[in-house]
C-alpha cells in the first residue's frame, strides 16, 4: 500500500508544477492593468510606476514567476495587493470557515443523498422511488442563489428563525456558528445530495442483482442485513469516490454560496480577489485549491484499500 | 396601605425612567456595500474605507451637508493675502487612541508622511504644500507654492485626516493592519471580508456626542441580503440602497430611509484626442456629441433604471450643489435637433457609436436606455461591456471610441474637473485640450473669493456643454436604510455616516 501511495504522489508532484504555471498565467493573460484599479481614482503615475516595481511587474514574466514560486515554496505566497494582508494569513483565517461549510454540507449531503439512494434503489419502481428521484432532481435544478435568497426571505425576514447571513466563528459561539451556518450548508449540501443520491441508486441497483446478494438471501438472512451489510458495502465503493470528487463540486459551491450568505470563507475570498484584481491571493488560493483537490483524490484512493480488501493483494 | 402605595408609585416611576431612558450604549452594526481596503488614509482608495474612517480618524477640517469648510481638528485658520500661507490653530486636548498627543508636530508630521510615503495616494492632493512650520504648541503654517483654493476641501478628506505619529513610525507602510488615529472609535479588530469592529475611545475630545460602545462594519454585498439582514434585525443601518428596494423598505414601519444627492456624477466620457482611436467622427466633430445629448431624455433614465430615485443631470455637478450653473437646467429629449444637428455633421443617414461599459448590471441597464434613446435620432450605438479593469485601461490607452464612466465627486468643484478636462490632465482619458478652458481651471484652482471662482466655473461650464467631452447622464443618490430606535442622522452628500449624536432609541 505504501508503495502504491507513493507512486500516487510521485505522480501529483508534476500536475502540482504544471498547475501552478498555469495559474500563473492566467492572472498574467487577463486583459487589463490591476493597477489601474489599485492606484486610486486619480491613478497618479508617480504611484503607478512605485507599485509596478514594488510588485515587480517590470519583469519579464518567468523571473516574475519564478520570484513567485520560489516564494511559495517557502510557505511565502505574497500579501494582498488590497488590503496588504499576508496571502497565507488570509487563508488561514478562511480556510475553517469553509472547512466549517464543506464539513456541515456534505453532511447534509450524505445524511439526505445516501438514504434516499438505497431506499429508491431497494423500492425501485414504486412510488417512493419517484418521489426520491423528483426531490433529487429538483435539488440538482433549483440554483443556489435563488434557492439562498429565498431561504432568507423566509427563515430569517419572516419568520425571524436564523441570521440573515454572516459568520460567527466556532470558538467564540459554538450555537450561533451552527445556527448562522445551517443555511448556507443545507443549500449547498442539497444540491451535492441530489448527486450523491442518483449515485447511490445505481450502483446500489447494480449490486443488488450480483450472485452474492441472491447467496445472501438464500441464507435466509433478513432483507436489512442483506441490504445494509452485504450490498450497502459494496456499493459504496464509488460513493467514496464520488464525495472526493464532489469536495470539488463543494469548493466551487461554496463560491457562490458564501457570496450570497456573506460567508468570509474560501470561495468569497477567492471572488472577491478577482473582482479587485487582487492577484497575489488568486494565485494563492488557486494553487492552495488544486493541490488540496489532488491530495483528496489521494485520500479517495487510499480508502479504497480500507474498503476493499482485494485491491490489498493486488 | 399607603406604604404600598407609595412604594408602588415609586416602582412604577422607577419604571418608566428606566423605559423612557434616551440612550442606551450598544453595539451599532452598520452593512458596506463591499469590504474596505487597506486601513491607512494614506494609501486607500475606496469609498467604503472612507465611511469606517468616519469614526475612526479625525480630519483637520470637515464639512457641513451643505459642503461648507467647519473645523474639526483645527479650530480656525486663516490665509495670508498672497494666498500662499495658511496659518492653523490646532484644538487642544486631543490624543490618538495610543495616548500621543496631537499638537502642531503632529500635523506636520502628518504632511510629511501623506506626502513622502512610497505608497501615499495622497500626493497629487497636497501637492500645492512646499513646507510645514510649527510655529507653536498648537498652531502650524503651512507654505504653499502658490495659491490653491481647494487645499481646506482636500483636508476635508484623507488627506486631512491625522493618524498617530508615533504608531505611523513604527509601522511604516503596514500601519493599516494596525491603524491609530484620533477619531471617537479605535480600532479593535478586522477580518477580511468578515467584519471591522471599533470600540469607542473614552479619551475622545467630543466623548460625550458619542453614544454607541461599539460599531462594526459589515460588507455585504448583496443589495437583496444587505436588506434582509436590516429586516431581520441582523444589522442596525445600511448603506447604499437599491433604488429598486427603495418601495419594500419604505414600506416596513421598523425602518427609516435616508438620501442626500452624491457630488460625483455618472456619464459617457468620449476619446477626443486619445491616439489613433480619437480620430472618428465622434472625436472630431462636436455636433454629434451635442446630438447623442439632445437625443437623450435624462429623467426618463432616471424614473426607468432607478425607479426615480437618483438625480438626473447634465453637468458635473448636481443640481443642488451651490457651483451648479444655473443658465442651463437639464432639459428634455430633442430628437428634432439631434436628427438636425447630425445632418448638419453629414450624417443624416444615421451613425455607429461603440461605447464601451462596464460588466456590472447598472451600467448595462443604463446604456442599454441611453441606446434606445440614440436610435430615436439615428445614432446606433453598440454595447461592448468590460470588466471594470480593462475598460479603465482600454480608456487610458486610448483604446476606445467613447466609455460610460463616472466620478466618486470632490467637496470642492476642482476635483470633478481640473484633472478630466485641462490638457495636462492626469486623467483626461479623452485628451480634449482648450487653451481657454485650461486657463479657465487654473484660474479656479486659486480663485480667491467663492463668487470669483463661481464665475470662473461657469464660464467653464459653458464650454464643456458646448465641446462635450464629457456627456453627464445622472447623480447617484446616496440611500440609507436603518432602524427606526436610530435617531439623529445626517445624511450628508459625500456619502460618509458620521455618528457624532446619533443615538439609539427604543
Known sequence: ?314 | MTHFKTALITALVGATALTASPVIAKDLRIALQSDADVLDPDQSRTFVGRIVYASLCDKLVDITPDLEIIPQLATSWETSADGTQVTMQLREGVVFHDGTPFNAEAVAANIERSQTLDESRRKSELKSITGTEVTGDYEIVLTLGAPDATLMAQLADRAGMMVSPTAAAEAGADFGLNPVCSGPFSFTERVAQDKIVLSKFADYWNADEINFDSVTFLPIPDTTVRLANLQSGDIDMLERLAATDLAQAEADENIVVDRAVSLGYQGITFNIGNGEKGDNPWGNDKRLRQALSYAIDREALNQVVFEGAFAAGNQPFPSTSPWYNTNFPVEGQDIEKAKALLAEAGFADGIDLEVQVPNSTVPLAVMQVVQAMAAQAGINISLTSKEFATLLADQSAGDYQASQIGWSGRIDPDGNNHQFVTTDGGINDSKFSDPKMDELMDAARVGATTEERKALYDEAIEIMLDELNRVFLYHVTWIWAYNNSIKGFTPYPDGMIRLEGVTWEE
Not at chain 1, 454540507?105 to 438514504?115: D, E, K, T
Not at chain 1, 429508491?120 to 426520491?132: E, F, H, M, R
Not at chain 1, 430569517?156 to 447571513?165: E, G, H, N, R
Not at chain 1, 494563492?284 to 482485494?310: C, K, Q, S, W
Open chain 1, 1 to 314: 500500500m505504501l508503495r502504491f501511495l507513493f507512486r500516487r504522489i510521485l505522480i501529483a508532484l508534476p500536475t502540482i508544477v504544471i498547475i501552478s504555471i498555469f495559474v500563473f498565467l492566467l492572472q498574467k493573460l487577463l486583459p487589463g492593468d490591476p493597477l489601474l484599479v489599485l492606484a486610486g481614482e486619480e491613478r497618479d503615475p508617480e504611484v503607478l510606476e512605485f507599485l509596478r516595481e514594488k510588485y515587480r511587474l517590470n519583469d519579464p514574466i518567468p523571473v516574475q514567476y519564478f520570484a513567485w514560486i520560489t516564494n511559495a515554496l517557502q510557505g511565502d505566497l505574497g500579501t494582498s495587493l488590497r488590503t496588504g494582508q499576508p496571502v497565507t494569513e488570509l487563508m488561514a483565517e478562511k480556510l475553517p470557515v469553509t472547512i466549517q461549510l464543506a464539513v456541515m454540507s456534505m453532511i447534509f449531503a450524505l445524511v439526505i443523498g445516501i438514504p434516499a439512494g438505497i431506499l429508491s434503489a431497494v423500492k425501485k419502481g414504486t412510488a417512493t422511488d419517484y418521489v426520491a428521484n423528483v426531490v433529487a432532481l429538483s435539488g440538482l435544478s433549483i440554483p443556489n442563489f435563488w434557492l439562498g435568497i429565498m431561504l432568507i426571505l423566509l427563515v430569517s425576514v419572516k419568520w425571524q428563525l436564523l441570521p440573515a447571513s454572516g459568520y460567527v466563528p466556532l470558538s467564540e459561539d459554538f450555537g450561533q456558528s451552527i445556527r448562522t451556518m445551517l443555511m448556507p450548508s443545507f443549500v449547498l449540501g442539497t444540491a451535492l445530495a441530489a448527486t450523491l443520491m442518483r449515485h447511490t441508486r445505481s450502483s446500489m441497483l447494480s449490486v443488488l442483482s450480483a450472485d452474492y446478494v441472491r447467496t445472501a438471501r438464500a441464507k435466509g438472512l433478513s432483507e436489512r442485513v442483506v441490504v445494509l451489510k452485504h450490498a450497502l458495502r459494496n456499493a459504496l465503493t464509488p460513493i467514496v469516490t464520488l464525495s472526493a470528487l464532489l469536495f470539488g463540486e463543494l469548493v466551487a459551491g461554496a463560491v457562490l454560496t458564501e457570496q450570497i450568505f456573506t460567508i468570509p470563507g474560501f470561495g468569497k475570498l477567492v471572488v472577491d480577489a478577482v473582482f479587485n484584481r487582487d492577484y497575489a491571493v488568486v494565485q494563492g488560493i488557486v494553487l492552495v485549491t488544486a493541490v488540496g483537490f489532488i491530495f483528496m483524490n489521494l485520500f479517495a484512493d487510499a480508502m479504497y484499500f480500507v474498503l476493499n480488501p482485494r485491491l490489498r493483494e493486488a
